[in-house]
């Protein structure tokens, strides 16, 4: 049985008939009254009869994404893998060691290849026709740029659109990253600590700008998801909360998202979050930067308003002379993110040099220009849910263990000890002490660790408690230990945080991470799923052993 709630499980030929299905069946919803023609023109786009339709149309009205699409008939969907994971381990590993060279081996040579290493690991080997498969799933332009170079599969594989006409509000929304020029100070002795990363968005079709995310870590499937989430979310609020008086009336779920072939856009949990909730992915071809040419020039119109900042690095050494941008650095994190809040609002309501009017005032335009309005999430909490990383887990008589950690809720009874059954957790790197748990019935369930006595910690710092103990020989998986590490570093970078640069960037990553999730879960409150009291109730629940 497919399992038509976890986005992440879900094997690749059933989600992306189910991201084709999205893509039509969103189109026929939109209408207020579909037509026959339509409806049997999708039929045949499709492929699949008009009783099935019915049944489509109706479980994305339920509820609007991809996953209620996938199919759930029973037998083996299309493709799903019925080899084990052992010998899928070594099918994969052919392809990419011996399969992917410039000698360009053929299919029957990676079917011996494939042979000989399960035969000196007493596995059963797979059938050529199985390997074909394994090989025709894999990305074609991967494939050719591994077997015949980067030139040949640029032109065979890249597309060749006609002019780049956007009139769509959020048609096409490109993101980026960039180190900002400036260095900011700590908030507690506001001495040096580094140059930020500014991820940002830009709406082609408007140039207002979609969303931005500023934060001290390098770019990161996180700091995209964030500024996603930005781009998504209305800005009312978040200004109001900046003390910020301006309009910024950009919200909703972009169709497309322009991002380069950086491997932070390229994970599945981003992958499938976007194509989750009907937003389409699309990679700059290698070699083509005026694919991205939009938010590049509103990084340079953005950097070029930083240099007017104190602790100003300015674009280069040159241009920075002998100006001592470290003990000119005045500006806290968060000083910068409103100072970025006005300075957009400002760049808004400007003329702007290409469309000839404000991007504010074009945003209108583009808006009234759609035929159907924005959509907004199906489920605003689980939207964020759907980019964070996540990993596979079976949940023991004692609770979920992850990287060494012990989560435990209720909730969590009604699945402990079921041998087979794996739940997916998905976890935000800012603050472990949380997990998310999706149900066999698709619901998310927030679990925390099982000792409440620990404090948030964050995974950068449970990386280093683990370096610390690998080096002393001491066990990787004992929790207290992990916590007792992890304290004496706080203590240590507590002491020395007015000295050194370093220990100040590594008490404010901390504590800025830390903080941002506090403030996920208190918006989060209104959405906490409770436990499903039917699925309590049919539970035939567990042995009790009696003692005489």
């Given at each position: 049985?497919?399992?038509?709630?976890d986005?992440?499980?879900?094997?690749?030929?059933?989600?992306?008939?189910?991201?084709?299905?999205?893509?039509?069946?969103?189109?026929?919803?939109?209408?207020?009254?579909?037509?026959?023609?339509?409806?049997?023109?999708?039929?045949?786009?499709?492929?699949?009869?008009?009783s099935?339709?019915?049944?489509?149309?109706?479980?994305?009205?339920?509820?609007?994404?991809?996953s209620s699409?996938?199919?759930?008939?029973?037998?083996?969907?299309?493709?799903?893998?019925?080899?084990?994971?052992?010998?899928?381990?070594?099918?994969?590993?052919?392809?990419?060691?011996?399969?992917?060279?410039?000698?360009?081996?053929?299919?029957?040579?990676l079917?011996m290849?494939?042979?000989?290493?399960?035969?000196?690991?007493?596995?059963?080997?797979?059938?050529?026709?199985?390997?074909?498969?394994?090989?025709?799933?894999?990305?074609?332009?991967?494939?050719?740029?591994?077997?015949?170079?980067?030139?040949?599969?640029?032109?065979?594989?890249?597309?060749v659109?006609?002019?780049?006409?956007?009139?769509?509000?959020?048609?096409?929304v490109?993101?980026?990253?960039?180190l900002?020029?400036?260095?900011?100070?700590?908030?507690?002795?506001?001495?040096?600590?580094?140059?930020?990363?500014?991820?940002?968005?830009?709406?082609?079709?408007?140039?207002?700008?979609a969303?931005?995310?500023?934060?001290?870590?390098?770019?990161?499937?996180?700091?995209?998801?964030?500024?996603?989430?930005?781009?998504?979310?209305?800005?009312?609020?978040?200004?109001?909360?900046?003390?910020?008086?301006?309009?910024?009336?950009s919200?909703?779920?972009?169709?497309?998202?322009?991002?380069?072939n950086?491997?932070?856009?390229?994970?599945?949990?981003?992958?499938?979050?976007?194509?989750?909730?009907?937003?389409?992915?699309?990679?700059?071809?290698?070699?083509?930067?005026?694919?991205?040419?939009?938010?590049?020039?509103?990084?340079?119109?953005?950097?070029?308003?930083v240099?007017?900042?104190?602790?100003?690095?300015?674009?280069?050494?040159?241009?920075?002379?002998?100006?001592?941008?470290?003990?000119?650095?005045?500006?806290?994190?968060?000083?910068?993110?409103?100072?970025?809040?006005l300075?957009?609002?400002?760049?808004?309501?400007?003329?702007?040099?290409?469309?000839?009017?404000?991007?504010?005032?074009?945003?209108?335009?583009?808006?009234?220009?759609?035929d159907?309005?924005?959509?907004?999430?199906?489920?605003?909490?689980?939207?964020r849910?759907?980019?964070?990383?996540?990993?596979?887990?079976?949940?023991?008589?004692?609770?979920?263990?992850?990287?060494?950690?012990?989560?435990?809720?209720?909730?969590?009874?009604?699945?402990?000890?079921?041998?087979?059954?794996?739940?997916?957790?998905?976890?935000?790197?800012?603050?472990?002490?949380?997990?998310?748990?999706?149900g066999?019935?698709?619901?998310?369930?927030p679990?925390?660790f099982?000792?409440?006595?620990?404090?948030?910690?964050?995974?950068?710092?449970?990386?280093?408690?683990?370096?610390?103990?690998?080096?002393?020989?001491?066990?990787?998986?004992?929790?207290?230990?992990?916590?007792?590490?992890?304290?004496?570093?706080?203590?240590?970078?507590e002491?020395?945080?007015?000295?050194?640069?370093?220990?100040?960037?590594?008490?404010?990553?901390?504590?800025?991470?830390?903080?941002?999730?506090?403030?996920?879960?208190?918006?989060?409150?209104?959405?906490?799923?409770?436990?499903?009291?039917?699925?309590l109730?049919?539970?035939?629940?567990?042995?009790?052993?009696?003692?005489?």
């Amino acid at each position: 049985m497919v399992d038509r709630l976890d986005i992440t499980a879900a094997a690749d030929g059933a989600w992306e008939q189910a991201v084709q299905r999205e893509a039509v069946i969103r189109r026929l919803t939109n209408q207020q009254r579909i037509s026959r023609s339509d409806f049997l023109a999708a039929c045949r786009e499709l492929g699949v009869k008009r009783s099935r339709l019915y049944e489509l149309i109706r479980a994305y009205r339920a509820r609007p994404l991809t996953s209620s699409l996938l199919a759930s008939s029973t037998g083996t969907q299309m493709g799903s893998r019925r080899l084990p994971d052992e010998i899928e381990a070594v099918v994969s590993e052919a392809i990419d060691q011996f399969f992917k060279s410039p000698q360009k081996p053929s299919i029957n040579a990676l079917h011996m290849e494939v042979r000989r290493r399960c035969r000196a690991k007493e596995l059963k080997a797979p059938c050529w026709s199985t390997l074909r498969k394994r090989v025709m799933a894999r990305d074609p332009a991967e494939l050719t740029a591994a077997r015949e170079g980067a030139k040949v599969a640029r032109k065979r594989h890249r597309p060749v659109p006609g002019s780049y006409q956007i009139e769509r509000a959020y048609e096409v929304v490109q993101i980026d990253h960039t180190l900002v020029d400036v260095i900011v100070v700590d908030r507690i002795h506001r001495k040096p600590l580094q140059r930020p990363w500014l991820t940002l968005a830009i709406d082609v079709a408007s140039r207002m700008v979609a969303g931005f995310y500023l934060t001290l870590e390098p770019p990161s499937a996180l700091s995209v998801s964030l500024a996603i989430q930005h781009v998504v979310q209305p800005k009312g609020d978040w200004l109001d909360a900046l003390g910020i008086d301006a309009a910024w009336p950009s919200a909703g779920l972009p169709e497309i998202i322009h991002v380069d072939n950086a491997k932070e856009f390229r994970s599945k949990a981003m992958k499938r979050g976007a194509e989750e909730h009907g937003i389409s992915l699309q990679y700059r071809p290698i070699g083509s930067p005026h694919y991205g040419g939009h938010i590049e020039r509103l990084i340079g119109t953005m950097m070029g308003a930083v240099h007017l900042l104190p602790g100003s690095t300015f674009s280069s050494v040159k241009d920075r002379g002998d100006y001592d941008s470290v003990s000119n650095s005045a500006m806290t994190l968060d000083e910068l993110e409103r100072w970025l809040a006005l300075e957009i609002t400002r760049y808004h309501a400007e003329c702007h040099r290409i469309l000839g009017i404000p991007p504010l005032a074009t945003w209108h335009e583009a808006h009234a220009r759609r035929d159907v309005p924005l959509r907004m999430p199906h489920d605003p909490e689980g939207f964020r849910i759907d980019f964070l990383s996540s990993e596979q887990r079976m949940v023991r008589r004692d609770g979920i263990h992850l990287f060494g950690l012990r989560y435990w809720d209720d909730i969590l009874s009604l699945w402990a000890g079921q041998q087979g059954r794996r739940l997916r957790v998905s976890y935000d790197p800012r603050d472990l002490s949380t997990v998310f748990v999706r149900g066999p019935d698709g619901q998310r369930y927030p679990v925390r660790f099982a000792d409440l006595r620990h404090p948030p910690i964050t995974l950068s710092e449970h990386r280093r408690a683990q370096t610390i103990l690998r080096e002393r020989g001491r066990s990787l998986e004992d929790e207290d230990l992990i916590f007792e590490v992890i304290e004496e570093q706080r203590a240590l970078v507590e002491a020395a945080s007015s000295r050194t640069r370093e220990a100040r960037r590594t008490t404010e990553r901390r504590e800025r991470a830390l903080h941002c999730t506090a403030n996920d879960e208190i918006e989060a409150e209104d959405h906490v799923p409770e436990a499903d009291e039917s699925a309590l109730r049919s539970h035939p629940g567990f042995e009790v052993e009696e003692w005489s």
